[in-house]
């Protein structure tokens, strides 16, 4: 993906709704820091699941 398209991206970008399941990680810090907060945040033993029909 071009860069010149990021802009677009973000825009098109959505909150979860109270039904999905997701995280919200603020990518303004380092890789360590996400990763821990994303480990932080996710329940210990569950996998994520990728949708193999897309």
Do not use: N, W
Request: no cysteine; charged share 20%; net charge negative.
């Amino acid at each position: 993906m071009p860069a010149s398209l990021l802009t677009s991206q973000f825009a098109t970008l959505e909150p979860l709704q109270p039904d999905e399941d997701g995280v919200v990680i603020d990518v303004d810090q380092s890789v360590d820091q996400i990763v821990q907060q994303y480990v932080d945040r996710h329940p210990a033993g569950v996998a994520p699941t990728l949708d193999k029909e897309s």
